[in-house]
């Protein structure tokens, strides 16, 4: 099983931009599907974006897509997400997961989890 943490949340004001990594230990980085959810206070956990196995194919949630970036470095066992034109309401907690089926959007498919990187978008 492969273990998972995140890095690169903070604070930014609204239409700026952020870059989150999910760094990877353990076998087998890029034999998962690797995915991007997050979730705000008191709401559920939500898809934001997942990427295959090699990189590519990605997937994104209507409410980040042209905005945000998911992509993988195979070699550093390393996945990032490129947040762009952040907005208020993209505040919450984001969390890598892997292991999903190629194109899951629901967060019980995914068998690792990282511990979360917060993320505030607000003037």
């Known amino acids: 099983q492969v273990q998972l943490g995140e890095s690169g949340g903070g604070f930014v004001q609204p239409g700026g931009s952020l870059r989150l990594s999910c760094a990877a230990s353990?076998?087998?980085?890029?034999?998962?599907?690797m995915g991007w959810f997050r979730q705000a206070p008191g709401k559920e956990r939500e898809f934001v974006a997942t990427?295959?196995?090699?990189?590519?194919?990605?997937y994104y949630a209507e409410s980040v897509k042209g905005r945000f970036t998911i992509s993988r470095d195979n070699g550093k066992n390393t996945l990032y997400l490129q947040m762009n034109s952040l907005k208020p309401e993209d505040t919450a907690v984001y969390y890598c997961?892997?292991?999903?089926?190629?194109?899951?959007?629901?967060?019980?498919?995914?068998?690792?989890w990282g511990q979360g990187t917060r993320v505030t978008v607000s003037a």
């Open positions: 990427i295959t196995r090699l990189g590519g194919a990605t």
């Open positions: 997961a892997a292991g999903g089926k190629s194109g899951s959007t629901i967060p019980r498919e995914y068998d690792s």
């Open positions: 353990g076998r087998g980085f890029s034999s998962y599907v």
